[in-house]
């Protein structure tokens, strides 16, 4: 079946002016990083390209004809010099009042794809820069890349659509816990945790914020007991989740971090490279931090290195507890940013091995 990149013009190939209206050379200006990644994604991948674009009230007195074609014409010059062409170009012509069904984000321009078994419109993609072309995937049911949205760029969507999502949803049960950790990887740091335990949450939450990871975590723990079931079972788990939205690693940097936190000088060095070894150099003189014990600390990172196969050195100095615990969870979280980090255009295993 074939797949569809549904792609907007005006924001999203072109920079819009304030006016709306690409009616003069002086008003064009492509949208940064469109030439190689759409190049890119146009030679690697099979998808279609249909360019689906609202021009209001083209062939007007406020839009005549012969002030669009020009300029739309030597857009479609320039992108077929880079390797860019469309199987498809679709212009409505509507103002927003006339509700016409060929407007976007109405479907009637796209009946074709529409209810047609030769088309996966489930795999395929709007591409846009408004809520319109978000609602007009909706209406098609596709998925959605909105530029400007979740720091959505073209390089991210040439990312996302060459190598993948990195998703990853894992719930593991026991006599003693019930945990769900929702991962990924390309987020921007929306957190949403609940494990019981105030100190954990905000700890986790520094993975999911300065890692630049949406991260989801219910635990349902045996906290009559205590905490260890709960702390180390979701470090199982989280661990787990890593290991699963890395996928193949093929195009990350591997390696990864320190940072100071007023008194106290933290580093977390980490290696995805699929041997778990955690080295650990930290040292508490408080039983507790929060209601979290500083002995489980260790424990969860070590949950966590064996989990998701990493290699896993931490080191932290400092007089204040607090600090020297919430850095080393801060600076494992960049850690982790960085060793994901994916290119496309260097798309293999960073081992000489050929295996991770």
């Not at 199982?236 to 106290?264: F, H, N, Q, T, W």
Request: hydrophobic share 35%; proline share 3%; glycine share 8%.
């Amino acid at each position: 079946m074939k797949r569809i990149l549904f792609i907007d013009r005006d924001g999203t190939i072109i920079k819009e002016p304030a006016d709306e209206q690409i009616d003069s050379f002086e008003k064009l200006e492509f949208v940064e990083g469109v030439f190689r990644n759409l190049g890119f994604i146009r030679k690697n991948l099979d998808f279609e390209f249909v360019m689906v674009s609202n021009q209001d009230g083209l062939g007007t007195d406020s839009f005549p004809e012969e002030t669009f074609w020009p300029v739309h014409n030597f857009i479609l010059k320039t992108l077929k010099g880079e390797g860019i062409e469309f199987d498809n170009i679709l212009i409505d012509r509507h103002f927003p009042e006339d509700n016409h069904p060929c407007r976007k984000p109405g479907t009637g321009m796209l009946t074709e794809y529409i209810d047609n078994p030769e088309y996966d419109l489930a795999n395929s993609y709007v591409i846009g820069d408004r809520e319109t072309d978000a609602q007009l995937a909706a209406n098609l049911g596709c998925k959605a890349l909105i530029l400007g949205k979740d720091d959505i760029t073209w390089e991210k969507i040439a990312e996302i659509l060459f190598a993948g999502e990195r998703i990853a949803e894992i719930t593991r049960t026991t006599k003693e816990t019930d945990i769900t950790v929702r991962l990924n990887l390309d987020g921007t740091g929306k957190c949403d945790i609940e494990t019981g335990l105030g100190f954990f949450d905000h700890m986790l939450e520094q993975i999911g914020r300065h890692g630049m990871m949406d991260l989801y975590v219910r635990c349902n723990g045996d906290l009559h007991v205590d905490e260890h079931h709960s702390i180390e079972d979701t470090g199982i788990v989280l661990g787990e989740c890593i290991l699963k939205a890395l996928g193949d690693k093929r195009g990350i940097e591997r390696y990864g971090y320190s940072l100071p936190m007023d008194d106290c000088l933290c580093q977390v060095a980490l290696d995805f490279g699929g041997r778990p070894w955690l080295i650990w150099d930290a040292e508490f003189h408080r039983e507790k931090v929060g209601e979290m014990p500083t002995e489980m600390f260790h424990h969860f990172f070590k949950s966590v290195s064996d989990a998701s196969k990493m290699n896993l050195n931490i080191k932290a100095e400092g007089e204040n507890e607090h600090h020297k615990i919430e850095g080393i969870f801060k600076a494992f979280a960049r850690s982790i940013r960085m060793a994901v980090k994916r290119d496309i255009y260097h798309y293999q295993l960073p081992s000489t091995k050929g295996a991770l």
